[in-house]
């Protein structure tokens, strides 16, 4: 039996890299994770959809910076 796998046939999820980012309509800091699966933009730039756990909206957040999308609209 192999030792490296610690329950043989389970599937191992591995997590995203998480980062913060500020709900626009309450205000609260929100953890979510990349999985570094989206494409980067030409700007540098790479958004995500993310479901907010503070109001249940979705986000287009930026996770390297945790900038949202309609703040980058807001010049």
């Known amino acids: ?34 999985n570094g699966d989206e494409p980067v933009s030409q700007k540098g730039t790479r958004y995500l959809a993310v479901e907010c756990l503070a109001c249940r909206g979705f986000h287009f957040v930026d996770p390297a910076t945790g900038k949202l999308m309609s703040d980058s609209n807001k010049k």
């Open 1 to 34: 039996m192999d030792q490296s796998d610690p329950v043989p046939g389970l599937f191992h999820l591995s997590m995203g890299a998480p980062f913060l980012f500020l709900c626009p309509n309450t205000g609260l800091r929100v953890q979510a994770t990349d």
